[in-house]
């Protein structure tokens, strides 16, 4: 079997016990992305050279036997929303061109300092905002699985090259759904942690009080393993929204046992909206983790319509601040010709920035406006709280949902034309972002060929109890990832 058909846990053994090098399964990975990134599109740069270096260093220690982690030497990706150093940095947008950060994301700092060598940075629709990776300006990204549909978005790079096998880890955001869509309609795993419990200093802040940085992967284990990596070093001073506490590591102590786990499917997220055959496969999912000894109880989340407006609103009005400081003069694309400091401001977004992030840009200045101020954005407040009332209430009678992941499976490129029609894919996900809970996808079937999510929304802090009972149907399903021929 080819290196980069293997899990990130096998490989991590296969390097302890010094049968292959790190660099040979840097070399798998590198020549998988060749034979199969002309297809893709997942990639905005590729670093193959900086790579083999970590890897020669990691194998360089490992043969002077010293201490180190699991993940050293093992390939990572990074999404192109989050501050790297050595890399560009451009959100997939003109307006950061080029760009290359002065300082690093603490995600990818504590990851880089075990040893894990980055192979590049990947696609997403521009500055994070949509949900196919079609907002771009650089390149469309494409489903391995189907090379004319969507991979979802915004994490659509990550989420195509660890479906394709070009790499086994990736760093991915998530704001209303970012990482958990793309995840769903490749067949990936992907986390979205409690907010605040991963740093987000050197994310590109689009909704501050939603955005969170996760892992993507082929499997729970490998997602376990990076997700204890990324919070291992506890909270960050660089952030004032991390949150201090002790972090158990997780991946050692997946048991994969459900008994006794009382899992709630809500029944709100298995209406009319949700494709008759995903609703199928997800609830098959579920009576699988009955028939290894959980509970299955129908909870109820009330306002459960509501709960895309109120996302669309807030995450808006947040991004619409957040983008403000992009405006041609303190860094950025500035437009060659203009009249005045004002003139200069216009012209540089107008040219610079794509028509979703000026959609959404204008659409959050106007709820947050005197006028519309107490209509809207003050509403969507108070809606906030009682989605977090409802939660609560559901999980006071289980110890998580499970819900699908999305509506429907992958669809075309090119299909959602609509901005509303195209809002409604995050459909599944909005809810634990308005919340600010742990939420888990992972593959649960398959479709016509495409891959079906499983979502798994938990408690606060209680990402152990999503990823063991993910590990638990993982391991009793033959729904996991398979390599797509491409």
């Not at 949150?243 to 997780?250: L, M």
């Not at 807030?314 to 203009?338: H, K, P, V, W």
Request: charged share 20%.
């Amino acid at each position: 079997m080819e290196l980069y058909l293997k899990m990130g846990y096998e490989l991590s053994e296969l390097l302890a016990k010094k049968e292959v090098s790190a660099r040979e399964v840097t070399e798998s990975f590198l020549a998988r992305t060749d034979a199969v990134e002309g297809s893709l599109s997942a990639y905005l740069c590729r670093d193959a050279e900086g790579a083999l270096a970590v890897a020669d260093k990691v194998d360089a220690q490992r043969a002077e036997g010293a201490a180190l982690s699991p993940l050293a030497g093992l390939p990572l990706a990074v999404k192109d929303n989050i501050c790297t150093l050595s890399l560009p940095t451009t959100a997939a947008s003109k307006m950061l061109a080029g760009y290359v950060s002065p300082y690093e994301a603490t995600a990818v700092a504590r990851l880089r300092g075990l040893d894990m060598p980055i192979v590049g940075k990947t696609n997403l629709d521009e500055f994070g905002l949509g949900s196919t990776g079609e907002s771009s300006v650089a390149q469309v990204t494409k489903n391995p699985y189907d090379l004319t549909r969507t991979p979802g978005g915004s994490s659509s790079g990550s989420a195509a090259a660890v479906a394709a096998a070009t790499v086994p880890f990736a760093l991915g955001s998530d704001t209303g759904g970012g990482l958990r869509l793309p995840a769903a309609f490749t067949g990936t795993v992907a986390l979205k942690p409690t907010y605040g419990t991963v740093s987000r200093y050197g994310l590109i802040a689009v909704g501050s009080s939603f955005d969170q940085i996760g892992p993507m992967t082929r499997s729970v284990r490998d997602n376990a393993l990076l997700f204890d990596a990324l919070v291992a070093g506890g909270a960050d001073h660089m952030d004032g929204t991390s949150i201090p506490g002790e972090r158990t590591p997780i991946a050692p102590a997946l048991t994969g046992e459900v008994k006794g786990l009382r899992i709630g499917l809500p029944k709100q997220y298995f209406g009319a909206e949700i494709d008759p055959a995903v609703a199928a496969c997800v609830k098959a999912a579920a009576l699988g983790l009955e028939k290894l000894g959980a509970e299955l109880v129908e909870v109820d989340l009330p306002h459960f319509e509501l709960a895309l407006p109120t996302y669309r609103i807030l995450a808006d009005a947040e991004a619409s601040s957040n983008l403000a400081r992009f405006d041609g003069i303190r860094f950025g694309y500035r437009a060659a010709d203009y009249e005045d400091s004002i003139d200069l401001y216009f012209k540089s977004r107008g040219e610079a920035l794509g028509p979703e992030v000026r959609r959404r840009s204008l659409v959050g200045a106007a709820v947050l406006s005197n006028a519309r101020y107490d209509d809207y954005y003050k509403r969507a407040r108070l809606m906030r709280i009682r989605f977090t009332e409802a939660y609560t209430a559901a999980l006071a009678q289980c110890d998580l949902l499970l819900t699908p992941a999305a509506a429907t499976t992958a669809f075309k490129l090119g299909e959602k034309t609509d901005p509303l029609a195209l809002y409604q894919a995050d459909l599944c996900t909005v809810g634990a972002s308005l919340v600010g809970l742990p939420a888990l996808v992972l593959p649960c079937g398959s479709v016509e060929g495409l891959p079906v999510g499983l979502q798994l929304i938990g408690r606060r802090f209680e990402e152990a109890v999503l990823y063991n009972a993910g590990y638990a149907f993982e391991q009793s399903a033959a729904a996991g990832w398979t390599c797509p021929v491409l």
